[in-house]
């Protein structure tokens, strides 16, 4: 940028006016403001995965240079909170001025080539004599949109003097940038509970998005918006839509990250190894977005998945990933445990359920699964509501996100294998609605490296396990007695629990 500041000289008969240049330069900018979140540079290593390419999916250090840099352009990506303005630092460089010179910077922002939300801005500023460095802040008018995106910002900027008694003359220059749209200040992604009322627990300042790097937002917008990257949230609707969007594409990815594995926990595998609560080898919450690396199989025939991929998550670890990913961009959600349950108990009786009865908010408890006594070789024991698979073994629950709006989303089940009535609601409205499609779903091809020879339906039936022998011992909704040798005869005979 360049201005002129008129010098005099004068004679007997005549005074002459000539033009001294004095060159100002726009020589970093920082994206700033009381609105906006710090983000984290890109990684491609991690100190527990090794040597691994994690293919700028970790997170580094936290940006804190200029987001804009003379003779480097475009550096840093910055984020925003949405129907925010924006605040923008500059750093002007002239040479040494021999007096002060008042000049006012106009910067008019486009958002993806529109100037209908920030709006054009002037600031005055003054440039101190003998400095050659000059800084100043500018909040543009209007406001982002009221979405969740990412944008390409351009900055027109110009200068122009104060008082008409000095004329300056510039080039014109933009300079492109972007900037993520989020819909509130971060969240801590490990923080649940188990109270409809919370909202979350927000991050400190200096902590920012605490888990967004620019790979892992452009990640989030483009599973939500395609192309576009922006994804409107003024309404219930459209924030129903947003989280069902981010829940269809963690899960939909057959053959491709995030792989499953129902063996482990909400933590990811180190290693190909299960993960364990407070396990030395658990990969942080933060880096949960790790569960996106496209990593090569580590033993392509083995049968688990846990013995292919470093990297795989079971059905909570699924959960966690989509809690993850929406408290960087200010959205919380709980994990949920659903449980087993049926109103069909032996001997006729109906058990009084209610919705809350049959899940638990932010953490698993085994208060909360559906028990009933039988009598097995003269004691009493005491056996489990559990969903049954095609060895005998079974599930205790179904991992789920719920929304704040009140949708159950679970995790590590493609929403291919979704009645489309639930596609419609974009996530299942109770508990048992969703208890009543998991214990009708079908094993068509294998479970857990087993082929089968023909599609196994799952069920519900009252399960115990033998503390001496080992045994399973199984009671249908009669309260007849099966082993291992004659489970599936549950089924068979329409023996099994009802869903509620």
């Known amino acids: 940028m ?31 403001g009381d609105h906006s979140h710090f983000m984290y540079k890109e990684e491609s290593s991690h100190a527990k995965t090794g040597a691994r390419d994690l293919m700028n999916w970790g997170i580094g250090a936290k940006i804190a240079e200029a987001h804009w840099v003379r003779g480097t352009g475009f550096k840093w990506p910055a984020c925003y909170t ?11 460089t002239t040479p040494a001025l021999k007096k002060n010179a008042d000049v006012i910077v106009e910067v008019t922002p486009l958002i993806d080539g529109s100037g209908a939300y920030l709006k054009k801005k002037a600031q005055s500023v003054t440039l101190t004599a003998g400095n050659t460095t000059h800084d100043l802040e500018i909040e543009t008018a209007g406001k982002l949109p009221n979405e969740i995106g990412r944008y390409k910002l351009e900055l027109k900027w110009r200068i122009r003097s104060k008082r008409k008694a000095k004329r300056f003359r510039m080039n014109p220059l933009t300079t492109k940038h972007y900037i993520y749209g989020i819909y509130a200040e971060p969240l801590k992604p490990d923080y649940d509970s188990a109270s409809l009322a919370d909202a979350g627990q ?36 459209e924030l129903i839509e947003f989280y069902w969007k981010m829940h269809k594409g963690i899960n ?13 926990n ?25 569960a996106w690396v496209n990593s090569p199989p580590i033993n392509p025939g083995a049968a688990s998945y846990s013995d292919k991929y470093w990297n795989d998550l079971s059905c909570i670890g699924h959960v966690q990933l989509l809690k993850t990913m929406a408290a960087s961009i200010g959205l919380f959600a709980r994990r949920t445990w659903i449980y087993p349950h049926t109103k069909k108990l032996p001997g006729g009786v109906n058990a009084n359920l209610k919705d809350p009865d049959i899940f638990s908010l932010g953490k698993h408890t085994k208060a909360k699964m559906q028990t009933h006594t039988f009598t097995l070789g003269g004691s009493s024991v005491t056996a489990t509501c559990k969903l049954l698979e095609p060895d005998g073994g ?32 974009k996530g299942f409205i109770s508990a048992a609605d969703l208890i009543q499609w998991w214990a009708n779903t079908t094993r068509r091809r294998s479970y857990r490296g087993i082929s089968l020879s023909s599609p196994f339906k799952r069920f519900m039936a009252w399960t115990y396990k ?26 068979a005979n329409g023996k099994q629990l009802p869903p509620p």
């Open 394 to 425: 079974w599930e205790n629950f179904e991992a789920c996100l719920m929304t704040p709006l009140g949708k159950f989303l679970p995790g590590g089940y493609s929403t291919r294998s979704t009645p489309k009535r639930i596609k419609k609601t």
């Open 466 to 491: 033998h503390p001496i022998t080992k045994a399973y011992h199984y009671w249908d909704v009669d309260g007849n007695h099966y082993t291992s040798a004659n489970f599936k005869d549950i089924i």
């Open 202 to 237: 927000k991050t400190s300042n200096s902590q920012g998005t605490l888990t967004a790097t620019k790979k892992r937002f452009d990640h989030l917008m483009y599973i939500t918006a395609g192309k576009s990257r922006r994804n409107k949230c003024s309404s219930q609707a």
């Open 82 to 92: 949405r129907e925010k303005p924006i605040t923008i630092k500059i750093k002007l």
């Open 252 to 264: 939909d990815t057959p053959g491709a990250p995030p792989h499953f594995d129902a063996g482990h």
């Open 2 to 32: 360049l201005f002129f500041v008129a010098a005099a000289s004068t004679s007997a008969t005549k005074k002459k006016v000539t033009l001294k240049k004095i060159a100002v330069k726009i020589q970093e900018i920082h994206l700033l």
């Open 266 to 290: 909400r933590f990811m595998t180190h290693n190909g190894k299960r993960s364990k609560p407070n396990g030395s080898n658990n990969i942080p919450i933060e880096d949960q977005w790790l």
